[in-house]
């Protein structure tokens, strides 16, 4: 079965800084991964999927996920965090029926 | 236009009693979800449905039951409610095929007292 691990609970970084959030997935074919945003009592909103091709994909808001196979990893990335940042984020994966999630991490941007 | 709609956004109410949720799509799709976040944030599948039929059904309590009465809504009833059943509701869609995006509604915050 598919699992999504993300290991940082909780992040803080500052405005303008740089920000990473790990994910590892467990998957056994090729994965579909997917990264969302949920901003406080919001729903989700996608921020960026990897289905094939190219590894580093592009999403909105000026976040970008590099698939890396060999690590079994889909890391989250943003040069310059904005304060408007500050939400909880969910790695993904879709095994054809579903969407499996890791447990989150919850994002705060110091001013 | 709202892509996945969900009612009621905010629903609270006493332990025992039963209550609905209503999901409408207006993007075309085929499958439709629920999935449950708990207290934790931890999102997980409830049901899916494929063209109004059952495909998924994640070992979730007989009280309960989703209904399709076609592609485009699913809903999502509940009977006998408890503390438990507090959580927030996600209704999604999407069109079955490699590279389709799973689209979410806002979300139903259910509270049971």
């Known amino acids: 079965a598919q699992s999504v691990t993300q290991p940082d609970i909780h992040i803080t970084v500052s405005e303008g800084a740089s920000l990473e959030l790990r994910c590892n997935y467990s998957?056994?074919?090729?994965?579909?991964l997917f990264w969302y945003v949920q901003s406080p009592g919001q729903g989700l909103q996608l921020l960026l999927k990897y289905f094939s091709g190219d590894t580093l994909v592009q999403g909105i808001k000026g976040f970008e996920a590099e698939f890396k196979r060999s690590q079994s990893s889909f890391n989250l990335r943003k040069p310059s965090v904005h304060w408007s940042d500050a939400a909880e984020y969910f790695c993904?994966?879709?095994?054809?029926?579903?969407?499996?999630f890791g447990t989150g991490t919850q994002l705060k941007v110091e001013l | 236009d709202t892509a996945v709609s969900q009612t009621p956004k905010y629903l609270v109410t006493q332990m025992g009693n039963d209550k609905s949720i209503k999901c409408e799509q207006n993007l075309g799709h085929d499958t439709m979800y629920w999935y449950k976040q708990d207290s934790k944030k931890f999102l997980k599948i409830m049901f899916s449905y494929n063209n109004k039929e059952l495909i998924i059904n994640e070992t979730v309590p007989n009280r309960f039951s989703p209904k399709s009465p076609d592609k485009a809504h699913l809903n999502l009833h509940i009977n006998s409610l408890e503390l438990g059943d507090s959580a927030v509701y996600f209704c999604?869609?999407?069109?079955?095929?490699?590279?389709?995006?799973?689209?979410f509604g806002e979300g139903s915050w259910l509270t049971v007292v």
């Open positions: 998957y056994g074919a090729t994965p579909y």
């Open positions: 999604a869609s999407s069109q079955v095929g490699v590279g389709n995006t799973i689209y």
């Open positions: 993904a994966v879709f095994n054809g029926d579903k969407l499996t």
